[in-house]
């Protein structure tokens, strides 16, 4: 299950990525397969209807934001517009296809930032491979949402960093940030890295690198309508306490107790929690997750300066993200797929079997007991469970990365 449980293996060679990867890319396709039939299949949430509508108005000269509302960044609209061009009918199919080949260049990112930092054969073969079947573990909700997207984004900045191509990489990091914002919290650990490497001069380079991938893509929507891009941003950063956070989670293991009465409510495209407790859930959890970003990143500049602990740093910052968010929907989770596989040594081996259980926890319940989750009945316990699974792997990551640890080393 760990995609790092050797820490004696050699380094690969030239090429050695070459048949991890394969390796990855056959697990993926029988893994991809296998979410279309019997317990995948099950009673799917999708979010492709949503999608298809935004492509096709843009196919039909309508302008994004200015003409018609979109909930997501201007770089994510690619795909939602590509899958457009199939027959209607065969959207959904189009879809997948686009993201099965995100999935792929995942995989292949992933295995040339470990072969890049000197990661031996075996933790090639675990690492690919725990990829590939990571689709199994969360379940359907993987065909028919776009995260994979900015998740490959991000990887291919960390990439570009680990093989010292630094203004390429923040660039990269620019463009995933405008399509979904949480690579942004990537952007410090990066920072870090290219300074202490490089010199302060290139980070404030690289930070103008950064800056610029995102207005070049946001600007000309920002111009045609100021409004339509302010309401996306202030719509997402305005969301209540979601029902599948940890603080509601919380709150329904309260209710289960006799000691709780949850309001359920629905907004924003969600099922929420609305009352006085749950604002203020909502604010300390917001609270919980600027300290524990700040946590990662002061903890990653006094530390060590090599390329496992830039893994570490990259995946606990993205799960502090998520653990402490006021909104954690299950698709949140696809953004570590590329992400916990890199860690290094005995840190790698809990944080994979952490998350695997957080996956496994997920698919539990998301999405055929989604509705028993909103009606306040017992399988609320299930998302307890596992929101503090990602605490747990934040908790794991944070360890491996505090100055003087050796969890993560490997030869």
């Not at 929420?272 to 990143?297: K, Y």
């Not at 830039?310 to 954690?328: E, N, P, R, T, Y």
């Not at 790698?348 to 539990?364: D, E, I, K, N, S």
Request: hydrophobic residues 55%; contains cysteine; proline residues 6%.
């Amino acid at each position: 299950m760990s995609a790092s449980s050797q820490s004696s293996s050699r380094p690969a060679e030239a090429g050695g990525a070459g048949p991890a990867i394969a390796v990855g890319l056959v697990l993926l396709t029988i893994s991809w397969g296998l979410l279309h039939v019997g317990f995948w299949h099950r009673n799917p949430i999708i979010d492709t209807p949503i999608y298809q509508g935004y492509g096709e108005k843009v196919l039909d000269g309508k302008v994004p934001y200015r003409d018609f509302p979109v909930e997501y960044p201007p770089a994510a609209l690619p795909v939602f517009v590509l899958p457009a061009l199939a027959d209607e009918e065969d959207y959904g199919s189009a879809f997948e296809l686009l993201m099965w080949t995100c999935a792929v260049a995942a995989i292949v990112l992933l295995a040339a930032t470990l072969s890049a930092g000197g990661a031996g054969a075996t933790r090639l073969y675990a690492a690919t491979a725990f990829a590939a079947i990571a689709p199994l573990l969360l379940g359907s909700v993987i065909l028919t949402r776009f995260d994979l997207w900015p998740a490959v984004l991000a990887t291919g900045a960390l990439a570009a960093l680990v093989a010292g191509r630094d203004r390429l990489g923040l660039g990269v990091l620019g463009l995933a940030t405008a399509a979904k914002l949480y690579p942004a919290v990537l952007l410090p650990v990066a920072l870090i890295w290219v300074a202490r490497r490089r010199g302060r001069r290139e980070a404030l380079v690289g930070l103008a690198i950064f800056a610029a991938a995102v207005v070049v893509i946001v600007l000309p929507f920002a111009i045609l309508s100021p409004g339509g891009v302010v309401h996306s941003l202030t719509t997402q950063l305005g969301r209540p306490l979601q029902i599948e956070s940890l603080g509601a989670a919380i709150l329904l293991g309260a209710h289960q107790l006799g000691l709780y009465d949850p309001t359920v409510g629905s907004s924003h495209g969600s099922q929420n929690l609305s009352g006085f407790l749950p604002d203020v859930l909502a604010g300390v959890e917001t609270g919980l997750q600027l300290f524990a970003l700040v946590a990662v990143w002061i903890l990653f500049a006094r530390g060590r300066l090599d390329v496992e602990r830039l893994f570490v740093a990259s995946a606990a910052a993205v799960v502090a993200f998520i653990a402490f968010g006021k909104v954690l929907s299950p698709q949140f989770l696809i953004w570590l797929l590329p992400l916990v596989p890199l860690v290094g040594g005995s840190a790698g081996a809990a944080a994979c079997w952490v998350f695997a259980g957080a996956l496994v926890t997920t698919q539990l319940w998301f999405p055929h007991r989604y509705w028993d989750v909103v009606a306040l009945e017992p399988a609320g316990w299930l998302v307890l469970v596992r929101d503090l699974l990602l605490v747990a792997l934040l908790a794991v990551l944070t360890a491996a990365i505090r100055p003087g640890s050796g969890s993560t080393r490997t030869s």
